[in-house]
């Protein structure tokens, strides 16, 4: 028998098995998921809400894969660098996003040239927490409710600022503004965090800024609240009213943070992350601790985010609409 005929034997018995085996590589790297650390890339600094959900839930995510889960901050453009950035890398599973509001509904709302989509490019996984707004002035401000602050500010329009790091805290002081003819020019901050230091510092006037960082900082009398977005009061501050009871029912703004994973990820990864992301969200110990930060838990079914985001879209394209507002990428 010649080389070349040994050489074809072989390949037709060998070349069987080797597509096989290439065949169900992709299968068990699948079900082996995870064998390396998992990045949970946040689009905003250290210490904001964001920042926040994502240690908390990222720790118990940990514990649950058996992998350590590592966060990134990659802030920039109100968190829509880091969401573009994600969306563009590999669908394995290794790198999420930490979504908000701000980033995801909302600028797939206001900007027409946004480079993702939190339904298209990404798979909405799990939603951590939902949570209204709280509005904060700084220590030497007088003013004993909004009404007051509203007309310091109108007799101080030099004076009359506010931070923000997106626009979902731009639209909630935006509707304050329409309703209340306050002025008040927005000043770009990289967290929340840093939102409510500014105010605490006298460096802006007042901020409407998520609880993880803000109610920390109310309970210990740094800043005083002197409203919370919505038509009901937080339970972790009974005593700041909503907006409604302030005068201002129609500034109603709840946002939310959760979790996605590029397009292309495959199902398999998907269910396995759906599965651990709503087993530590819903984890009691974590649970509380989000309870204590004026954060309602999220983990409920991934379809009912992706339903809910949609709805949001819309939602707030009609409010930007109402309210004419522009908004610069």
């Known amino acids: 028998m010649s080389n070349f005929s040994r050489r074809a034997i072989w390949f037709a018995l060998v070349a069987p098995i080797a597509a096989t085996i290439w065949a169900t590589a992709p299968v068990r790297a699948q079900s082996n998921y995870p064998t390396r650390p998992v990045r949970l890339v946040v689009g905003f600094a250290a210490g904001g ?22 966060i990134e901050n990659r802030p920039g453009a109100g968190g829509r660098l880091a969401a573009e ?28 040239d946004l480079k993702y989509h939190p339904t298209k490019t990404l798979i909405p996984l799990a939603m951590m927490g939902s949570f209204p707004l709280i509005m904060v002035i700084g220590p030497d401000n007088l003013s004993g409710n909004v009404k007051e602050l509203v007309e310091w500010a109108k007799q101080h329009p030099d004076k009359a600022n506010y931070p923000s790091t997106s626009p979902a805290f731009t639209i909630a002081m935006e509707q304050l503004k329409l309703k209340s003819g306050m002025p008040a ?19 802006t006037m007042t901020a409407i800024a998520d609880p993880p960082p803000t109610v920390p900082q109310v309970k210990g009398g740094k800043v005083r609240a002197l409203a919370v977005t919505g038509a009901e009061r937080l339970a972790e501050l009974p005593d700041v009213p909503s907006m409604a009871e302030a005068g201002y029912p129609g500034v109603d703004v709840h946002l939310w943070s959760g979790i996605f994973a590029p397009a292309a990820t495959p199902a398999a990864i998907v269910a396995r992350l759906e599965k651990t992301l709503s087993e530590s969200i819903r984890d009691p110990g974590v649970s509380a ?37 522009r908004f610069e990428e």
Not at 297 to 320: C, H, L, Q, S, Y
């Open 185 to 203: 020019v927005m000043i770009p901050y990289k967290s929340s965090n840093e939102m409510i230091l500014s105010v605490l510092d006298g460096q």
């Open 85 to 112: 950035y994600v969306s563009n890398q590999p669908g394995d599973g290794y790198t999420l996003l930490v979504g908000a509001s701000g980033q995801m509904s909302i600028a797939a709302a206001i900007y027409p």
């Open 289 to 325: 601790k989000l309870r204590n930060i004026a954060v309602t838990p999220g983990g409920g079914p991934a379809a009912e985010f992706r339903r809910m985001i949609e709805a949001d879209i819309v939602k707030f394209r009609d409010i930007v609409k109402a309210a004419n507002l």
């Open 49 to 70: 809400g964001n920042d926040i959900f994502a240690r908390l839930v990222g720790a118990k995510l940990s514990e649950i894969l058996g992998q350590p889960v590592f």
